[in-house]
Every structure is written in C-alpha cells, then in structure tokens.
C-alpha cells in the first residue's frame, strides 16, 4: 500500500455550527457542497479537507483522519489480509472514494482515493 499523505480531518462537535462559521470568517475557508455523511465540509489551499460534523446526544467528541491512497481497493484487501477491521465497500462522494478502519491504538481512521477529474 503506498500513502501519499494526509487528505483529510474530520471532527465532531456539539458546537458545529460555531465551528462552522470560524472556519469560513476567521480561517478563511471555502465550504464544498458534497453529498455524503452530515458534515460541513472545508477545502484547504493544499487539496486536503476538514469536516465539521454534530455529535450524538452524548456529546462525545471524535476525530477521524484520513491517509490518501493511491488505490484504495488495494489498500482494503491489504489490511483485511493483515487482519485489520476495515470496511469492505468503499463509500463515497462527488471528490472521493474512502473507507474506515480500526487501527491498533483502537481508533478509526480511513483511507482515501480521490477520484479522476472530469
């Protein structure tokens, strides 16, 4: 499996829209409009992104990062045949194909392809 870098961060707060409007008034941020999981999501000026997502009623907090991949179906059936949990079935949205997995310190983290541009 090659990774070529960090691609994404996703964060969950009860505060999202707070969160939300920081990132686009103070850092500056472009929201995107993708389809996928309920999250506000943040183009950064090198290609990567961060997602602002809500919290469950629980108020837990999560952070999920995301290593890109150069080909993410490979790099699925690398880590299952290591015995890693990882998700089988791809999702995806309008920018990227990605997948979860559980990592030895028990967190997840996923893994991204971004798919050709039009």
Do not use: W
């Not at 409009?33 to 907090?61: K, Q, R």
């Amino acid at each position: 499996m090659k990774i070529l870098g960090l691609c994404f961060v996703g964060s969950a707060t009860p505060r999202r829209a707070e969160m939300s409007e920081f990132l686009s008034s103070v850092f500056e941020l472009r929201q995107e409009a993708l389809d996928g999981p309920g999250a506000d999501f943040f183009a950064l000026p090198d290609g990567s992104h961060f997602a602002v997502a809500s919290t469950p009623e629980t108020g837990e907090t999560r952070r999920s990062v995301g290593f890109l991949v150069d080909d993410l179906d490979q790099a699925i059936a690398e880590l299952a045949a290591r015995g890693v949990p990882v998700d089988q079935e791809p999702a995806e949205n309008l920018s990227m194909r990605y997948t979860h997995f559980v990592a030895p310190d028990g967190r997840l983290y996923e893994l991204i392809e971004y798919k050709p541009a039009d």
